[in-house]
């Protein structure tokens, strides 16, 4: 009889877990940070309310564990500056849904599974911008 409750109690607990597991395993983004890695081109567009429209390139690199590092022209209104190392973080959930901080501007994202492309907008008050990401290598592409 004991070993009849052992056996209850362990497919009980198995099957309270199970689901669980599944909800994990088929989350889009289960590398969360990892999921970007690498450098990606990053092209975004816009307005500044007040102030004009706004266009940026440049490149940004990702370091897998929620830093950034990037490089990019910004050109506002007509006026145009290059900006060079300029250090981020980022979260990447599990939906594959993210933020970012970089230089004060706040971001809300998506990235694809695989990490090779995101859309993102800025969330800041006052601002209208938003663009895309892709990875320079993108994931699975031969060296």
Not at 52 to 63: F, K, N
Not at 78 to 85: D, F, R
């Amino acid at each position: 009889m004991r070993k009849l409750f052992a056996t209850f109690a362990l497919a009980a607990g198995a099957f309270a877990l199970a689901p669980q597991a599944l909800k994990a395993a088929d989350s889009p983004c289960p590398l969360l940070n990892a999921t970007k890695h690498g450098t990606y081109v990053v092209y975004g567009t816009g307005t500044i309310v007040g102030v004009g429209p706004a266009v940026a390139v440049g490149e940004i690199t990702y370091d897998g564990r929620g830093n950034t590092l990037a490089t990019f022209t910004l050109n506002v209104n007509g006026n145009v500056q290059t900006n060079t190392n300029v250090p981020g973080t980022y979260t990447i959930n599990s939906d594959c849904t993210g933020t970012s901080v970089e230089a004060g501007a706040h971001y809300s994202f998506v990235v694809s599974p695989d990490g090779n492309t995101t859309t993102w907008m800025e969330t800041d008050p006052g601002t209208v911008v938003s663009g895309t990401e892709v990875r320079l290598r993108p994931a699975g592409a031969e060296k």
